[in-house]
C-alpha cells in the first residue's frame, strides 16, 4: 500500500466540555491515495474540520493514528499545506511575500523564489496585483493568495477547510472552475472539506459522507465523471441527488 | 496643523491674555500670581539667551530616554516571553496586579533612598514606572494574536523561532508600538515629579525653582514647556507609526 499517501487509522476525537468528554470524531478508518482529490462532505457539526485539523496536525488525536507517507503526524509540517475557510493571509505582507512565505523559510535564493511565486501568481491570475497588501483585495482574491501560497511551498498534500465557505455563490463556482484546472496542472493529493454536495461531486474523484455528530464515516461514494465537469450533466445530477439523500438521512438525525 | 487645531490654540491663548492683563489692570488679585503671557515669553527669552532652558530640557529628555530605554527593552523581553510560555505567565501575573495600582510616586523616595540624588535615582524611577504598563499591554498584544495564523505559517514549515519572528513580533508590532508611545508619554509626565525632589537640574527642577524664587512666570513656561515636548514626541511617534504600518492604511489609500 505504498501510494496511501494518507492513511487515517481508528481515529478517534473528543473534546472537553463543562467536565465531560464529548466524542466529535468516532473510529474514521480512511485512506487517500497520491493524487486523489477527496471531498469530506456532512452535516454542520459532523466534526469533518475536526477530522482535518487533525491531519494537519494542529490537533492530537484521543484514540488511533494518521500516518502520512507511512509516517505519524506529530504536528504542522511543510509537507501538507492547508487552506482556511477564513483565508489566514499575514496582512503585514503583500500578496507576493505572502505566496513566497514559506519558500523565504526553507531558504530557497531569492531568484529561484522570484520565479516560483510569479509562476503561482499567474497560475490563479493575480500577476498584476502582486503589490498589494491584503487588505486591499476581496473575498475570492485572498482565497487565491491563500491557495498560491500553499502550492508555491510544493506539499504534496493540500487540506481545504471549506475554503470557498465565505464567499458568494458566484466567485464560488469561479474559483472551483480555477481549483479543478490548477488540479489538473499540480496533480496535488486533495482532502477538501464541504458541505455543499455541488461543491462535492464537481471536484472530487471520492466523496466521504460523514453522519451527524459523533462523526463516523457514513458512506464513500466514488464519483465517476471525466475530469472536466459539466454541473448540469444527468450524470451531475445523479450523484448530487444520491449524495442529497445521504446527507438528508443525517440532518433529519439532528432534528429528531 | 488644520486650521480649525490652530483656531482653537490661539483661542486659549486670547482667554488667558484678556484675563491676565485685565487683571493687571484692575488689579482684581496680586498680578504678580497671574503672569501675563508677555511675562511667560519674557522668562522664555531669558532662559533660551542664557542657555539653562536647553540645558533643562536636554537632561530631562535624556533621563526619560535612558529610563524608557531600559524599560522598554524589559518589557519587550518579557512582555513577548511571559504571553508564549504558560508558567513565567502565571508566575508573573499576581506580581504585576499586586505592584500595578501603587501609584509610582509613593515609591519615588524609595528610588531616592536607594540609589541617591544623582541621575540613577531618576533613570530608575522613570525605568520603574513606565515598565508595568508597557509590559501589561505588550503581553496583551502577543496574546491577541491569531492562532490561525500560527497554524498557517507552521503548516507553511515554520520553526518555533520563525513563529516568533515571522508571525508573533510582526502580528503584535502594531500593540507593541502603541504601548511604547504611550510609555514614553507616561515617562514625561512622571520625570518632573522625579526632579522636584532633590534635583539640580531638568524642567522639574525649573519650575521648583520658580516656586523657591517665586517667579510663577517661570512655573508656567516649564510646564508650557512640558506640554510642547509631549505633543512633539508623541506626533513624531504617530508619524513613525504610519509608516511602519503602511499595511492597515493601504485599503484606504487605494
Known amino acids: ?256 | 496643523m488644520s486650521r480649525t487645531r490652530l483656531l482653537a490654540l490661539a483661542g486659549v491663548l486670547a482667554a488667558w491674555a484678556a484675563v491676565a492683563y485685565g487683571n493687571a489692570a484692575l488689579q482684581l488679585m496680586n498680578p504678580v500670581l497671574l503672569p501675563t503671557p508677555g511675562q511667560v515669553a519674557a522668562v522664555l527669552a531669558e532662559t533660551l539667551r542664557d542657555g539653562s532652558l536647553p540645558r533643562h530640557v536636554a537632561t530631562s529628555l535624556g533621563r526619560v530616554v535612558v529610563g524608557f530605554g531600559i524599560a522598554a527593552v524589559a518589557a519587550v523581553a518579557l512582555g513577548l516571553l511571559a504571553a508564549m510560555c504558560v508558567p513565567i505567565r502565571l508566575l508573573l501575573e499576581p506580581v504585576i496586579e499586586f505592584v500595578r495600582p501603587i501609584p509610582p510616586l509613593a515609591f519615588l523616595p524609595m528610588f531616592l533612598v536607594w540609589f541617591g540624588l544623582g541621575e540613577a535615582s531618576k533613570v530608575a524611577f522613570i525605568g520603574y514606572t513606565t515598565f508595568f504598563p508597557m509590559f501589561v499591554a505588550i503581553a496583551a498584544a502577543v496574546l491577541r494574536v491569531d492562532v490561525a495564523l500560527l497554524r498557517a505559517a507552521a503548516s507553511l514549515g515554520a520553526s518555533r523561532l520563525d513563529l516568533v519572528r515571522g508571525v508573533i513580533v510582526p502580528a503584535a508590532l502594531p500593540g507593541i508600538i502603541v504601548a511604547l508611545r504611550l510609555g514614553f508619554a507616561l515617562a514625561l509626565f512622571v520625570i518632573v515629579g522625579a526632579e522636584f525632589m532633590g534635583a539640580d537640574a531638568g524642567l522639574g527642577h525649573l519650575i521648583m525653582e520658580g516656586r523657591t524664587f517665586f517667579v510663577p512666570a517661570q512655573i508656567v513656561m516649564g510646564a508650557l514647556v512640558l506640554g510642547l515636548l509631549g505633543s512633539l514626541v508623541n506626533a513624531l511617534l504617530l508619524g513613525i507609526e504610519r509608516r511602519l504600518f503602511r499595511w492597515r492604511e493601504a485599503a484606504a489609500a487605494s
Open chain 1, 1 to 256: 500500500m505504498t501510494s496511501m499517501t494518507i492513511q487515517v487509522r481508528a481515529l478517534s476525537r473528543a473534546f472537553v466540555a463543562d467536565g465531560r468528554a464529548t466524542p466529535a470524531l468516532l473510529d474514521i478508518d480512511l485512506d487517500v491515495a497520491e493524487r486523489e482529490f477527496v471531498c469530506i462532505l456532512g452535516p454542520s457539526g459532523c466534526g469533518k474540520s475536526t477530522l482535518l485539523n487533525l491531519v494537519a496536525g494542529f490537533l492530537r488525536p484521543s484514540a488511533g493514528e494518521i500516518l502520512v507517507n507511512g509516517r505519524a503526524v506529530t504536528g504542522p509540517g511543510a509537507d501538507r499545506g492547508v487552506v482556511f475557510q477564513e483565508y489566514v493571509l499575514f496582512p503585514w505582507l503583500t500578496v507576493a511575500g505572502n505566496v513566497a512565505f514559506g519558500l523565504r523559510l526553507s531558504g530557497v535564493p531569492a531568484d529561484a523564489r522570484r520565479r516560483t511565486v510569479a509562476r503561482y501568481l499567474d497560475l490563479v491570475g493575480l500577476t498584476a496585483h502582486a503589490a498589494k497588501y491584503p487588505v486591499q483585495l476581496s473575498g475570492g482574491m485572498k482565497q487565491r493568495v491563500a491557495i498560491a501560497r500553499a502550492l508555491a511551498n510544493n506539499p504534496a498534500i493540500i487540506l481545504m477547510d471549506e475554503p470557498f465557505g465565505a464567499l458568494d455563490a458566484q466567485t464560488r463556482e469561479v474559483l472551483q472552475d480555477e481549483l479543478g484546472r490548477i488540479q489538473r496542472v499540480e496533480h496535488k493529493t486533495v482532502l477538501f472539506v464541504t458541505h455543499s454536495i455541488r461543491e462535492a461531486v464537481y471536484l472530487a474523484d471520492r466523496v466521504v459522507v460523514m453522519t451527524s455528530a459523533p462523526g463516523r464515516i457514513k458512506q464513500i461514494v466514488t464519483i465517476k465523471l471525466p475530469d472536466v465537469r459539466d454541473r448540469f450533466a444527468a450524470e451531475f445530477t445523479h450523484y448530487e441527488s444520491e449524495l442529497t439523500r445521504l446527507v438528508k438521512e443525517e440532518v433529519a438525525k439532528v432534528h429528531e
